[in-house]
């Protein structure tokens, strides 16, 4: 009896403990190709496949990256979280504010918070035409004009901007806070009011109509497929008509897996001030990197 030959003695790669970076896709499992099929084999995966890299990855970001598949579609529970947020951000863009009755109603009693219109008469006009959402309805403007005092050191206003949601979402903590700490720190506050149907653009005319220092725009951002309750601050220094975005500053992405609510209102407070050091907003006055504290000091 002839004896089995040894093993070759080929060495062993070394196992690899965590590979850099670890593969992305295509290593999982394969799904075989139909019998007589002539597409290829199609590799199937599914999350959690890219170990400490992709933990890494998601730590830094919540866009839809590693979402495995089955066989060249998106697994059944991403394809439904997928059309979910769609249906959100739908949502939040044809919403109507809500001051009367919804989580907005409060700051009506606490602050006085009231809702003039701009120049765009309905929600399907606002969508196809900015131009009407950068200035105020002509009822609007006498309103604002009557219940508003001029010359504030801060005037604060909340616009739905393309997101009702994100208003709904964050004006009724940052609001408070907001005008608690520019109070604090010894900022005269204008009356607030709320305007449907607004754009950014409506800061000049509210800086022509109240003439305050500093101007401040909470407005719902267009809402992507990550969140659809994203509110900016969009900031300018004595606004007047033909102001651009160039003299104009914002803080973005306030919201639950962004900016909260105590660092919007240090960010916000700390880029007046540097307005108001500078005595201009816009492209000259830039957030300093070692945050809002090295601004207020
Ligand atoms: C849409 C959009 C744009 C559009 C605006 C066109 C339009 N009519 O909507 C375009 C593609 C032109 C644009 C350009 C820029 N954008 Co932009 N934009 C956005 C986005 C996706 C949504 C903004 C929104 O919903 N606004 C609210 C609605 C209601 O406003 P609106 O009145 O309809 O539209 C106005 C604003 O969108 C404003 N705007 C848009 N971007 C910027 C950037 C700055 C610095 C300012 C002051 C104003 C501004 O311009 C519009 C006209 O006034 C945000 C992302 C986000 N998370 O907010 C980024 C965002 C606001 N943009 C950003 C940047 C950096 C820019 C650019 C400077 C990029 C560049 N290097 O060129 C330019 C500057 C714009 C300018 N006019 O000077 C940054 C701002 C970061 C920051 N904190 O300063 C954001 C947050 C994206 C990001 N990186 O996270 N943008």
Redesign the pocket.
Known sequence: MTSMPEPTAEPMPEPMVEPTPEPLAGTGPTIPAGAGSAEPAVPATSPGQGGAFERRVRAVTPARLFLGRSGTSLRTADQLALRADHAAAQDAVHAALDLETGLLAPLGDRFGLFAVGSAAPDRATYLRR?DL??SLSAEGRAEVARRCPRGADLQVVV?D???VAAVDAQVPALLPALLDAAREAGWSVGQVFAVRN?????LNEIGELLDPAASVLL????P?LVTAE?L?A?LAWRPRPGH???D??????IHARGVDIPQAVARILALATAMRAANTS?VLVK?DPAGPSALTS
């Open positions: 900015p959402g950068r616009g901007g393309l997101s607004a754009r950014v653009g409506l407005i719902g951002e267009r992507g994203s900016s969009y651009t975005d160039a104009r500053n914002l803080i973005s992405n816009g957030e």
